[in-house]
């Protein structure tokens, strides 16, 4: 055992004593014992900031007495998700409390032992939101009044435990306890209802930084007996304090006494031996929710759609999270996974069938649909059943659920009847019940379309195609799936329909659930591989079953091959049909209409056909399958990198994007060099300054003031925005964005696509940005950039078509490559040629206070280096073929690297870090405009004709497309 007491100097806000005691294994005769009687005991523990790791517990295991039976016992511990920096916990202790001691606990065997944090403190006797509790203040000269986050203490016990190890196999290991003893303080601190832990993760090398936390007591000198979990007040808190007046009023005066009402109902509907539903709920509205989610105990509520739908399904929508928060169903070892259709079925039943008064009508197709659909589909599935084989099935189906012991023979043994009898069923009485709307002759027929399309139109047969199968389009447009700008009066109908005499294939029918399987193991990758989803909108209830599931990338691999081989199925089976060579009567199907091209060489006509394409006509089926294909190919890939298979570069870039990447030499580079340094300025009183002073000389006569930046960004979006929307009219109208400026992140700038239509761009402020900073970013990720590459993605492929699948974006994906080119593109396409150069030194250079010539140089040194553009990808494929070698080879290759970069790319330090995160990603940027600007050339929209520029590339963001399609011959 080591201990190493310390006093804080006197500059801190108390001289409050902190000791830090290490002991190499648990030792209950010498180190501080943890007690289950202290004021932490009923106290409300709350995680604000970060991601808990799924493989360890949650906050409440910080005050359940406990220290772990291991050295390495995750499940009794509270930890963040490795690769991220950590995160913020804050424990509510219900009353002003004097404190006289803070103890933490830690154990791990290794570097998730040390703790590092700073301890917060608030005295007041109200409660606080969730909103007021993250307002964590500044650590230099915070106002110390009683009614303020007052800063504790700062913890760090790397160093102590690193100079006081006892041995290299020790390390950092071990139980670390850390004391702050308030006693002696002064009487600032004499009372507290808050703290909040600002925690750190203990080595930013180490993706597995973040440390095992066991417990937190704190002690104030009384005993406190354990209040049990049931007999503790049910309390809901809103938080709308972002919402309009409005919306404010509505939930006060209408959501508040629903929820306060039906929650204790939704608790005794599913009720469970030895569980008690969470006591305490926070429903907090903000933008950018995509409608509502639940993540725990707490509910994202999205503040544009509830403020649309307040007098309608709002209501409805919280009844449905609240229903989730009762569920709590937990993954445990040994448990089994419930299904999500199931989680969600059940959830709308609640919702639909019991709190709405009249249900809302919902059209289900009894050959097409399944009752794995989820929603409102199983929720429609479960009443039949319900209400003609077994009036509990509802209190049956979550009790096997919450215990972890769902399986599909509960049906038989509840019903006698299996799940798929139970479905052919409740088919066979839709069909009763629509049997003469199916007797219609469709033909010449006006269809009225639901919601979707607010007219009719008229279905004429096409003489040249004379065997429609009329019922598909009746299905396609009677389920809305087609949206109102997608039927024209110059449209036939043959476009949406298939030729009758083919017999597609019958897993052709099941894409949606592959779509939504790929969703799911794509959720689960997310958990192993960091940053793999850059953007998710979807169920909110399939990413927490993610989390949760706490499967092994080898099992999540062995779930991806199967859906890999089940997609190539029917993408070989699509690509038979339209080459006419399917098993089917080849003498009438063998020769497709003109809608639909047997290949996709010619992207002008497929892009042309695609406009007023059907989701489920052969085309877009084949280029659906086609996306799917190789997203789920490059999660396989991802998986095996995470597990150590490091494929070469070549072969890491053609199967994870879909592109092949050129080879690039010194020569190339050296070339640049020479133009580069023909325009760049002297430095003055320094003729023998290097390139590097020069460029950077040359860079700070353009910064912009850090104070200045807001303003001069505001203005680039503003401009930007106007002329993105005159070019594509089509764009959502409540499409909007939000700026955060960010600092210490290893990018310029980031754009998180939050679903609705919304996007959080981040900048990363630091000193010395320059003029054509605000241009580039502002057209990069938002117009028409990432922001509306998401937002017309949303737009078209998930409302229109009904395509989950891209309700998320996989960040190591083909798709990467069309939305980093398209984005990287995106500055030319909003200021084409000198047009950026002149906004920026008419418009913005005055804001920033920035000479116009200074400007014009500027813009000639930045055209002069775009023959750098590809010195990333040089460095990733040099770097990265090193693959798997020693640990003396890659420093070889590091050193090497580096200094060929010091020679040639003055703008660009190498960081092999990145590389080790982000590996091949970099040749998204540079290839992908490639592909875009060579594939718009070759649709004859260059630069010269911008109107058919722009058509294109509107069309080419909204399209299932992958970018080998770019390259075919």
Same mark, same amino acid.
């Given at each position: 055992m080591v201990s190493s007491p310390y006093v804080f100097s006197s500059t801190d806000i108390s001289a409050q004593r902190v000791t830090i005691e290490r002991f190499d294994a648990v030792s209950p005769d010498t180190m501080p014992q943890v007690v289950t009687d202290d004021a932490a005991t009923n106290a409300s523990f709350l995680m604000l900031g970060g991601r808990a790791d799924p493989n360890g517990g949650n906050p409440d295991r910080l005050h359940d007495g406990t220290v772990g039976r291991s050295a390495d016992d995750p499940r009794a511990s509270f930890f963040f998700a490795q690769r991220t920096e950590g995160g913020k916990i804050a424990i509510d202790l219900g009353k002003l409390t004097k404190i006289q001691k803070i103890r933490t606990f830690s154990r791990h065997g290794g570097p998730r032992a040390p703790q590092v944090y700073t301890v917060y403190g608030y005295a007041t006797a109200d409660r606080l939101t969730r909103s007021q509790l993250q307002k964590i203040p500044a650590e230099s000269s915070e106002p110390r009044t009683s009614a303020a986050w007052q800063r504790i203490a700062s913890v760090d016990t790397c160093s102590v435990a690193d100079s006081a190890q006892t041995s290299s196999q020790t390390g950092w290991g071990g139980t670390h306890v850390v004391t702050i003893d308030l006693a002696k303080t002064s009487d600032h601190f004499s009372e507290l209802r808050y703290l909040l832990f600002d925690i750190q993760r203990t080595e930013s090398n180490d993706p597995f930084g973040n440390t095992f936390y066991q417990e937190i007591d704190v002690c104030d000198g009384n005993k406190y007996t354990p209040i049990p979990i049931d007999q503790r007040p049910i309390e809901i808190v809103f938080d709308p304090s972002a919402a309009s007046p409005a919306l404010q009023e509505w939930v006060e005066t209408t959501l508040t006494p629903i929820c306060e009402t039906w929650y204790p109902k939704l608790v005794q509907m599913l009720p469970g031996e030895g569980f008690t539903a969470p006591r305490h709920v926070d429903i907090i509205f903000q933008p950018g929710s995509g409608v509502a989610a639940t993540s725990g105990t707490t509910i994202y509520c999205d503040i544009p759609w509830f403020e649309q739908n307040r007098d309608g399904e709002a209501a409805g929508a919280v009844i449905h999270e609240l229903v989730h928060v009762v569920q709590q169903y937990r993954e445990e070892p040994g448990r089994k996974s419930n299904p999500a259709w199931l989680v969600e079925g059940l959830t709308d039943y609640i919702r639909w069938f019991i709190y709405e008064p009249k249900p809302r009508p919902i059209r289900i197709d009894p050959d097409r649909a399944k009752y794995t659909d989820s929603y409102q589909v199983t929720a429609t599935f479960l009443q039949y059943v319900l209400k003609k084989y077994d009036a509990e099935l509802i209190v049956k189906l979550n009790t096997v659920m919450r215990e972890g012991r769902y399986t599909p023979e509960v049906w038989s043994e509840w019903t006698g009847r299996t799940l798929d009898e139970l479905w052919a069923e409740f088919a066979d009485s839709?069909?009763?019940?629509?049997?003469?709307?199916?007797?219609?002759?469709?033909?010449?027929?006006?269809?009225?379309?639901?919601?979707?399309?607010?007219?009719?139109?008229?279905?004429?047969?096409?003489?040249?195609?004379?065997?429609? +199968?009329?019922?598909?389009? &009746?299905?396609? =447009?009677?389920?809305? #799936?087609? %949206?109102?700008? !997608?039927?024209?009066?110059?449209?036939?109908?043959?476009?949406?329909?298939?030729?009758?005499?083919?017999?597609?294939?019958?897993?052709?029918?099941?894409?949606?659930?592959?779509?939504?399987?790929?969703?799911?193991?794509?959720?689960?990758?997310?958990?192993?591989?960091?940053?793999?989803?850059?953007?998710?909108?979807?169920?909110?209830?399939?990413?927490?079953?993610?989390?949760?599931?706490?499967?092994?990338?080898?099992?999540?691999?062995?779930?991806?091959?199967?859906?890999?081989? +089940?997609?190539?199925?029917? &993408?070989?089976? =699509?690509?038979?049909? #339209?080459? %006419?060579?399917? !098993?089917?009567?080849?003498?009438?199907?063998?020769?497709?209409?003109?809608?639909?091209?047997?290949?996709?060489?010619?992207?002008?006509?497929?892009?042309?056909?695609?406009?007023?394409?059907?989701?489920?006509?052969?085309?877009?089926?084949?280029?659906?399958?086609?996306?799917?294909?190789?997203?789920?190919?490059?999660?396989?890939?991802?998986?095996?990198?995470?597990?150590?298979?490091?494929?070469?570069?070549?072969?890491?870039?053609?199967?994870?994007?879909?592109?092949?990447?050129? +080879?690039?030499?010194?020569?190339?580079?050296?070339?640049?060099?020479?133009?580069?340094?023909?325009?760049?300025?002297?430095?003055?009183?320094?003729?023998?300054?290097?390139?590097?002073?020069r460029y950077q000389f040359a860079a700070t006569q353009v910064a912009i003031p850090v104070e200045k930046y807001d303003a001069v960004f505001q203005k680039a979006i503003k401009v930007a925005r106007q002329k993105c929307r005159e070019k594509i009219p089509n764009l959502p109208e409540n499409e909007s964005f939000e700026v955060e400026y960010v600092h210490g992140v290893p990018w310029g700038a980031y754009a998180w696509y939050q679903g609705n239509y919304r996007t959080k761009i981040q900048v990363n402020l630091s000193d010395g940005l320059p003029i054509s900073s605000p241009v580039g970013l502002a057209t990069h990720e938002g117009y028409p950039g990432h922001h509306v590459y998401y937002s017309l993605v949303e737009q078209q492929l998930v409302h229109r078509f009904g395509w989950l699948e891209h309700s998320m974006m996989v960040l190591y994906s083909p798709q990467a490559v069309l939305a980093e080119g398209a984005a990287t593109l995106a500055p030319e396409m909003a200021f084409p040629g000198e047009e950026a150069m002149r906004f920026e030194r008419d418009q913005l250079a005055p804001i920033a206070g920035i000479a116009p010539e200074a400007v014009e140089q500027w813009y000639r040194i930045n055209q002069a280096a775009r023959g750098f553009r590809a010195i990333g990808v040089e460095q990733a494929r040099r770097y990265l073929l090193a693959g798997n070698a020693s640990k003396e080879e890659k420093e070889r290759r590091i050193a090497e690297i580096s200094e060929w970069t010091r020679q040639h790319s003055f703008r660009n330090s190498f960081n092999p870090n990145f590389l080790d995160t982000y590996r091949s990603y970099i040749a998204t940027y540079t290839i992908g405009e490639d592909l875009l600007s060579q594939q718009l050339e070759k649709l004859n929209a260059g630069t010269d004709q911008p109107e058919r520029r722009w058509n294109y590339y509107r069309q080419i963001l909204s399209t299932p497309l992958v970018p080998s399609l770019f390259t075919a011959p």
């Open positions: 839709l069909r009763r019940k629509t049997s003469q709307l199916n007797q219609t002759n469709w033909v010449d027929h006006i269809v009225p379309v639901e919601r979707t399309c607010p007219v009719g139109y008229a279905v004429r047969e096409n003489p040249s195609f004379p065997s429609v +199968a009329l019922v598909d389009l &009746r299905n396609v =447009l009677v389920n809305a #799936a087609v %949206g109102a700008d !997608t039927l024209s009066a110059g449209v036939d109908a043959s476009y949406y329909a298939m030729p009758a005499e083919v017999e597609y294939p019958e897993e052709a029918k099941t894409l949606d659930q592959l779509a939504e399987r790929f969703l799911k193991l794509a959720l689960e990758t997310g958990e192993h591989v960091p940053d793999f989803v850059d953007a998710y909108y979807g169920p909110s209830t399939w990413r927490t079953l993610a989390k949760e599931a706490n499967r092994t990338p080898e099992a999540i691999e062995t779930d991806t091959r199967q859906l890999l081989s +089940a997609i190539r199925a029917i &993408r070989q089976q =699509l690509d038979l049909i #339209a080459s %006419g060579n399917s !098993t089917a009567d080849t003498a009438t199907s063998g020769s497709s209409p003109s809608c639909e091209p047997n290949d996709f060489s010619d992207l002008a006509a497929l892009l042309s056909m695609l406009e007023h394409a059907s989701p489920r006509s052969l085309p877009m089926l084949r280029l659906r399958v086609l996306f799917l294909e190789k997203q789920t190919l490059a999660m396989l890939v991802c998986l095996r990198i995470q597990q150590g298979d490091l494929p070469a570069f070549d072969a890491e870039i053609r199967e994870i994007y879909d592109i092949t990447a050129p +080879a690039y030499s010194d020569e190339q580079f050296d070339t640049a060099l020479r133009q580069l340094e023909a325009v760049l300025p002297q430095v003055p009183d320094s003729p023998e300054a290097t390139l590097a002073q």
